[in-house]
């Protein structure tokens, strides 16, 4: 069985205790040929733990979808601002 493909981008802002807001999830992409979509939204913690379950009903709530292949990129940098740039002299 063919699976529909969704990669998301999951970034989160200068708030490192900010819980997973499924509201701020967004199609940014969709491919109709391949039916692949290309989804971002903020990182799915809350109480230091990865909502997984949460992701995916708010997956299915904005595409439909029960079966895909998910392929999640994360954009943190856990790097304080001074190890940064230490890193980067």
Do not use: W
Not at 18 to 32: G, S
Not at 49 to 67: A, V
């Amino acid at each position: 069985m063919k699976y529909t493909l969704i990669i998301i981008i999951l970034f989160m802002g200068h708030l490192a205790s900010c819980d997973f807001l499924p509201n701020r999830l967004r199609i940014v992409d969709f491919n109709k040929t391949a039916k692949n979509y290309f989804v971002r939204g903020n990182v799915p913690i809350k109480n230091k733990q990865f909502q997984i379950d949460e992701l995916r009903g708010s997956l299915y709530e904005i595409t439909g979808l029960n079966r895909y292949k998910l392929i999640i990129i994360s954009l943190l940098n856990f790097l304080t601002s001074k190890e940064s740039k230490l890193r980067y002299i």
